[in-house]
């Protein structure tokens, strides 16, 4: 990774660590459920399409829309399941945690990316199929109308995606200062406190913490009558 990518992460970890915690998973989840609410449509649609004229090219666009449409939405499920499950959820400390999620970070974009895309061709996937019961004036109009929604969705989504990276690089360039030229990482006297960090590693030594695991209502089992408990331990 670029230097400047670690100066990112480790900023971006320093000032917002809950932006990497429960709500990354419920950002993930939010396209997952979206996802799985527009493929419950489209699958429906592939599966029973209007009409029964297979060489009808209404028909075949219909037919390769939803096939698209519900891949692109079973793919987003699959990745988002897969980056919560392995990337957020299997590593036990923090800094293994957050190793992973940069590491698998790329997941979690495909997932929402194939969400995006294939909520923009829902409105299609919705409109193909109207020739074959509506007047074709009526259609036109509701083309037309799908179009502009269209336009002004794709507008919205670059526009934000574009003010979202102008304030991610203001808040870089103030703050690189207190990032190693070299490494990208926090300089020491600016790492945050453990405490402020979610699930964040134990300063303490392995020993100590090993001992408080088999603590219970502030005696040592090892203090206990059972011999047997003081040979495991």
């Known amino acids: 990774m670029k230097v400047e990518s670690r100066k990112d992460w480790a900023i971006a970890n320093a000032r917002s660590p809950d932006w990497f915690g429960d709500a990354l998973s419920g950002r993930v989840q939010n396209g997952m459920l979206v996802a799985a609410l527009l493929l419950t449509v489209t699958a429906s649609s592939f599966l029973s399409p209007v009409g029964d004229n297979q060489t009808n090219n209404n028909f075949r666009g219909t037919f390769y829309l939803n096939g698209i449409c519900s891949s692109l939405f079973l ?3 699959f990745m988002g399941v897969c980056f ?14 957050f190793y992973l999620i940069i590491d698998q970070y790329a997941v979690k974009d495909v997932s929402q990316i194939f969400a995006i895309v294939g909520t923009l ?5 919705l409109l193909l199929p109207m020739q074959s019961t509506y007047l074709q004036v ?12 269209g336009v002004l969705l794709v507008h919205i989504q ?10 991610q690089n ?9 990032t190693d030229p070299e490494t990208g990482r926090l ?3 600016f790492q945050p406190p453990a405490e402020n960090l979610a699930d964040a590693d134990n300063d303490e030594n392995p020993q100590k913490t090993f001992e408080q695991m088999y603590r219970k209502d502030g005696v040592k089992l090892e203090d206990s009558t059972c011999g047997c408990c003081k040979l495991i331990y």
């Open 138 to 149: 009526d259609c036109y109009v509701m083309y037309t109308i799908a179009a502009l929604c």
């Open 158 to 167: 670059i526009t934000s995606m574009k003010g979202a990276a102008a304030k």
């Open 187 to 189: 300089l020491q006297q």
């Open 170 to 178: 203001i808040r870089t360039m103030m703050l690189k200062d207190i």
């Open 121 to 125: 061709l829902f409105p299609l996937a």
């Open 75 to 77: 793919v987003s499920i």
């Open 84 to 97: 919560i499950e392995n990337g957020m959820c299997r590593a036990y400390c923090w800094s293994d945690r």
